[in-house]
């Protein structure tokens, strides 16, 4: 750094101005400033070589502590430090974890550098962002930018499992969310906060077709943590009661490994197909095999230890199961089920035999040891399978 010295005969005093640094004194004699190397003087008036504090360029100059514990769709997700996850709750950071840089950055950092510095973290999680700019930026109630990116799990090979990623004047603080969502659709400035808006999928709808009302969250900067105004949509969350109906995972333990295993192969009943059965493709090389009796019909196929097969009736619309089927290949394309050690089955069949349209109820079971867990739930299939692979987290 280059130091000039001016000597000013009159008062006999030397002033040391560092250059580029715009310093101005405050109330009690600590000297601050907006560009990247600061001094802090004592309140004596001691000069910068020999200042009580001294903070130069990356170090943190200004701090403020947020993070993040519990896990799930919770709000607010992952902070840059010192997470933790447990449960699929709905509430926000605690004041514990990350601490947050409130010191402007280096005055030479261009925005665009900036953002390029941000887009590189962001694809070091596992996320990649479509736009090169941030999604949203406001200002904050203390002055300090809080930005919003909208991005997409990298292994996605649909466009979906969504997190925002918020950062404080550059610096990461969060996502908006713990486990990611299927789709978010926007996040817009909103006052000194940011607006972010979620779809909300019903019964059989398809991914591409959500057709409950969204529910927009506000995500606020209190000073320490990520604030959000409303809880996030319940039929995303892994726990609890939701609007498709029960969703609550037992466990039974048996005393042999054999009647865990009956209890399994009861579940799963007979697959109806054959090695000369016709196929089916679902999607992402996904093909099942397809049996059809008299008013009744099948797909089965598999997937690692799990078999899984989806019933209806003849008189359901053909399209509208098959739509199902696809959108269940899509979810576990990207999303784990637990690995049992010996082998898990999925059922989902057709509750109304009398409609073209088709409503399932999915039972979802897996054998560990002599125990076995077991989710029954009504409704969109694909929620019954978020809930199993949030249980398992």
Not at 140 to 158: P, V, Y
Not at 250 to 277: K, L, M, R, W
Not at 293 to 298: D, E, I, L, N, V
């Amino acid at each position: 750094m280059n130091k000039h010295f001016a000597f000013i005969p009159i008062t006999g005093l030397v002033l040391l101005t560092l250059a580029g640094c715009g310093t101005v004194p405050n109330a009690t004699g600590t000297t601050t400033g907006t560009a990247a190397h600061q001094f802090t003087n004592s309140a004596t008036g001691t000069s910068g070589a020999n200042a009580a504090t001294h903070s130069m360029g990356a170090t943190n100059n200004t701090a403020s502590s947020t993070g993040y514990t519990g896990a799930g769709n919770s709000v607010i997700g992952n902070t840059a430090a010192g997470s933790t996850a447990a449960s699929n709750t709905a509430t926000g950071n605690t004041a514990a974890g990350s601490t947050v840089n409130n010191a402007s950055t280096d005055s030479t950092t261009t925005p665009q550098q900036e953002d390029a510095s941000v887009i590189a973290l962001i694809k070091d999680k596992g996320y990649v962002v479509d736009e090169t700019t941030p999604n949203a930026d406001v200002k904050t109630a203390s002055g300090d930018t809080l930005t919003a990116w909208i991005a997409t799990a990298a292994q996605s090979q649909d466009g979906y499992n969504h997190l925002v990623f918020f950062f404080l004047n550059g610096q990461y603080i969060g996502t908006d969310t713990a486990k990611p969502s299927l789709e978010i659709t926007s996040a817009v400035p909103a006052g000194n906060g940011i607006a972010v808006t979620y779809p909300v999928y019903t019964s059989n709808d398809s991914f591409a077709d959500p057709t409950g009302r969204p529910v927009t969250i506000t995500y606020t900067w209190n000073g320490s943590k990520l604030v959000p105004n409303k809880p996030y949509p319940t039929q995303f969350q892994a726990s609890g009661s939701t609007s498709q109906g029960q969703n609550t995972i037992t466990t039974t333990s048996y005393s042999t490994f054999a009647e865990a295993a009956n209890q399994i192969a009861s579940i799963q009943g007979a697959n109806g197909v054959g090695a000369g059965s016709p196929t089916v493709n679902l999607g992402n090389g996904i093909i099942a095999k397809e049996s059809a009796a008299t008013g009744q019909a099948r797909y089965v196929w598999q997937e690692g230890n799990w078999t899984i097969q989806v019933r209806f009736y003849t008189r359901n619309s053909n399209a509208a199961v098959k739509q199902v089927a696809e959108n269940m290949v899509t979810y576990l394309h990207t999303h784990l089920l637990p690995t049992p050690n010996s082998r898990g089955v999925i059922v989902v069949e057709s509750t109304n035999q009398s409609t073209t349209s088709f409503q399932p109820k999915t039972t979802i079971a897996w054998q560990e040891g002599t125990k076995v867990s077991e989710l029954q739930q009504t409704g969109n299939p694909t929620q019954a399978l978020q809930t199993v692979v949030n249980h398992k987290q």
